[in-house]
């Protein structure tokens, strides 16, 4: 975990202040051993309970209440920023003013998160299904950049704990199935979402679970029989076909599933309708940039310029042995994702997709609220 600057640098800040008496609260990771009193780690859901120092990880706001980090912000102090992490502390001396204007920066997000609808763009909320392994690192942070109405959620159970209320947001994002952003949704808001090829997706997958600079601890259960098991035998696993079949998963389950039941008709009936509904934005990776620049578009955000950046791909270099091993097994993997080629074929044949990008948005169907 600590091979992440980010992570690296949170730490180092935070350790020279610890005390033996302080209780701390850290996203999950394989951290090195505290000198303090009580280490909790925090996933779907942060409940401070009697923490009295707390590292919040700003991909992962929406896992504490807004009004839990309303009080911490009110009556705790700020003694480290960076981008990715917010450090606040009970009982604990303020950094020097220079760092603490420093910090205020990267604080930022928060107040944003505290306050979202004083930074409202638009009138309704995109819902981005983000399917790992399928460019959507990659798509978010261009597309939300310079968007403050924003939050993102990293599991189904992380929204469920802590879901927003309507119109709050521009845009909300996260590993979360298309359905149980429609419980929280309007009949008129937006789902978008990129496919990608369901081999190139799993291999993917693969290659990001073995990793070498990877924390398994952040992994979940099937990402960590990719990274033990020999592939052939991963693939013999249950585990195998919900993977080959995640993008039907995450566009075709009902909001609790009971099953893994990728066969079942009822995925296919509902992934379809998602794909076919004309509010929806659902591309392919070959369309991701048409993709990036009709979201920024919605959001009334001005073009990217320059070249897109590929955010967390893998170095070919450093992993042709599990890249041998995946192709010499590839085929078996296309059988297990018959089902959600089926879907994947369905949207490369839909005429409405491209019909999408040649069509302005219809009038005032987003338009900006202040």
Same mark, same amino acid.
């Given at each position: ?87 606040? #502390? ?153 993977? #080959? ?126």
């Amino acid at each position: 975990m600590l091979e992440d600057r980010a992570w690296h640098e949170a730490w180092d800040a935070l350790l020279p202040v610890l005390r033996s008496s302080d209780r701390i609260l850290l996203p999950a990771g394989s951290w090195p051993e505290a000198p303090v009193s009580t280490v909790r780690q925090y996933a779907d859901r942060i409940d401070i309970a009697d923490a009295n120092i707390l590292l919040l990880h700003k991909a992962r706001l929406g896992t504490l209440p807004r009004q839990d980090l309303a009080r911490v912000c009110a009556e705790w102090t700020l003694i480290y920023a960076n981008d990715v992490f917010v450090c606040l #502390a009970r009982d604990l001396p303020s950094p020097s003013f220079l760092r603490r204007r420093t910090y205020l920066k990267h604080f930022r997000p928060v107040r944003y998160y505290l306050e979202p609808r004083s930074f409202r763009r638009t009138k309704r909320t995109i819902y981005f299904v983000h399917i790992p392994k399928t460019a959507g690192t990659t798509a978010w942070d261009a597309i939300t950049r310079p968007v403050k109405a924003k939050i993102y959620y990293d599991s189904n159970e992380a929204f469920r704990a802590n879901p927003p209320a309507p119109h709050e947001y521009d845009i909300v994002g996260g590993h979360v199935f298309r359905s149980t952003f429609e419980q929280a949704s309007d009949r008129k808001s937006t789902i978008a979402c990129i496919l990608r090829d369901p081999v190139a997706r799993v291999r993917s997958a693969f290659l990001h679970a073995r990793r070498r600079a990877e924390d398994p601890s952040t992994f979940s259960p099937t990402m960590r029989l990719m990274r033990d098991l020999p592939l052939a035998e991963f693939l013999e696993h249950p585990d195998a076909k919900v993977e #080959a079949n995640m993008q039907l998963l995450m566009l075709g389950a009902p909001s609790r599933r009971i099953d893994m039941d990728v066969d079942s008709p009822e995925f296919q009936i509902r992934a379809r309708a998602a794909i076919d509904c004309p509010r929806n934005i659902i591309m392919t990776t070959p369309q991701l940039e048409t993709f990036i620049r009709h979201m920024r578009k919605m959001l009334g955000v001005r073009p990217l310029k320059g070249p897109l950046p590929r955010l967390n791909s893998f170095n070919p270099e450093e992993q042709r042995r599990d890249l041998a091993e995946f192709e010499s097994l590839s085929d078996r993997v296309r059988t297990l994702a018959a089902p959600e080629y089926d879907l994947y074929r369905r949207l490369e044949r839909s005429a409405d997709a491209e019909k999408r990008l040649a069509t302005d948005l219809p009038a005032g169907q987003f338009t900006p609220s202040s």
